[in-house]
């Protein structure tokens, strides 16, 4: 067994931490290090097995050595600037990914949400501009996640993380995954945006049907709405094709991209379809920090080596391996519900909550994931290969089984 977090030194790291940061994260108590590939290693030299990716970001692994390489040299000649001067990797990057999307330009921010906060700017803009003032409201998905922002909070559609900071932005509705009749009733002549994750990922990892997103472009192209695309998690070759609409065929009229696009460096991006342009003309939005040079220059070596590394082939072939050794896991287990999944982002949803199991994962080895409580989700590096995938299940396989045990004698204690 392993004794992570026990070096004095990490222990007064672990001190500091719950003394000064707030108490926002459940954190596990061990200090890591450095990373290497798909591996992790804490202050006394363990190692684990990296199967969450800095829930999504580090898609190249840790340490890769091109993304050392572009940092050092960028971070040596220019690391930020105001985004009012012209610096090489803005541009490029943007042309790379309208290029791979479609898509024709582009807004750059640091993080997920504050570039959710962009596209609910854009469409409002667009409703009141083109259309009348009362185009203002957003459909949304039940269960879905955009982010922790006020605007990116108040399209989130789990009451749980809005309950304690009502009233967020006005004219947002909820329909649920999958309920095409409630679509419909939802989106009218008022409606701005749909704005959907083409594979939810936070509220448990359902991908949408091709049937519900082709319905969700029909009604927004009937209603003059923008249809919005949260790929944040699902894009950029998560899924095994550089954005996960790909699968269906819909397109968007906005794309969000956001956690690996920066090669870990905070980066996101707001992509619009030629009509939308010049919706947010000079002086209507704004990040100090967004699309910086450091940023921009990572963003076009991941890219690089997603195609060089031929990558999207290896998120395709290991993630159908990983879903196939997870529905049999599911298959056999009395504690398991269902494996799902699309790329290399699966999950395994469990009967029970999983922060024991995860806990316990660690202390062998293994780092997992789990969202609304008892979904096992997986969100590793796309350089994972089967033995990795081996690797995990053969200490996941034996935790599952002595957790279904113990739920069996505490049944059989309750029965006597
Ligand atoms: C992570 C995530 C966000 C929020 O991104 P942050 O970088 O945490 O602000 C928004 N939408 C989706 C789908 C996400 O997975």
């Given at each position: ?366 780092m997992l994931n789990f969202v609304q409580g008892s979904v ?24 599952m089984e002595r957790a279904a045990e113990t739920i069996q ?8």
């Open positions: 067994m392993r004794r992570f977090g026990q070096s004095a030194a990490a222990q007064a790291i672990l001190r500091r931490d719950s003394e000064y940061l707030l108490p926002v994260y459940a954190r596990f108590p061990v200090v890591m290090e450095r990373g290497e590939g798909v591996y992790l290693f804490d202050g006394s030299g363990n190692r684990y097995l990296d199967m969450m990716a800095g829930l999504g970001v580090n898609a190249l692994g840790h340490a890769h050595p091109r993304m050392v390489q572009a940092t050092a040299d960028q971070a040596a000649k220019l690391v930020h600037l105001s985004p009012q001067y012209c610096t090489p990797y803005a541009g490029e990057l943007a042309e790379r990914l309208c290029s791979l999307s479609g898509m024709a330009g582009a807004f750059y921010s640091t993080g997920g949400s504050e570039a959710v906060e962009g596209a609910l700017k854009l469409a409002r803009a667009f409703g009141k501009e083109n259309f009348h003032p009362g185009k203002m409201r957003v459909v949304s998905l039940l269960g879905s996640y955009h982010g922790r922002t006020y605007g990116s909070l108040s399209v989130t559609g789990q009451a749980k993380y809005r309950d304690d900071f009502e009233p967020g932005l006005p004219g947002v509705d909820f329909a649920p995954r999958e309920d095409i009749e409630a679509l419909r009733a939802m989106v009218s002549d008022d409606t701005c945006a749909i704005l959907l994750e083409t594979v939810l990922g936070e509220g448990g990892v359902y991908e949408l049907s091709r049937d519900f997103l082709q319905e969700a472009r029909r009604l927004a192209d009937k209603h003059h709405a923008l249809l919005i695309l949260d790929e944040i998690q699902c894009g950029l070759g998560r899924t095994g094709k550089w954005f996960a609409y790909e699968h269906s065929g819909v397109k968007p009229d906005v794309l969000i991209l956001g956690k690996p696009l920066g090669g870990g460096l905070p980066l996101s991006a707001l992509l619009v379809n030629a009509d939308l342009f010049h919706v947010l003309g000079l002086g209507k939005h704004g990040s100090t920090l967004g699309g910086s040079p450091l940023a921009c220059r990572l963003g076009l070596e991941f890219l690089d080596v997603v195609e060089d590394e031929r990558l999207l082939d290896r998120v395709t072939d290991t993630g159908l391996y990983l879903k196939q050794r997870l529905q049999a896991l599911a298959a056999s287990s009395d504690i398991a519900v269902e494996a799902r999944g699309v790329g290399l982002l699966q999950a395994l949803e469990l009967t029970l909550p999983g922060r024991p199991m995860a806990e316990e994962a660690l202390r062998q080895g293994l096992m989700r997986f969100l590793p590096a796309f350089l994972l290969e089967r033995s990795h995938v081996n690797a995990a299940m053969g200490i996941l396989e034996p935790l004698r505490e049944v059989l204690v309750a029965a006597r």
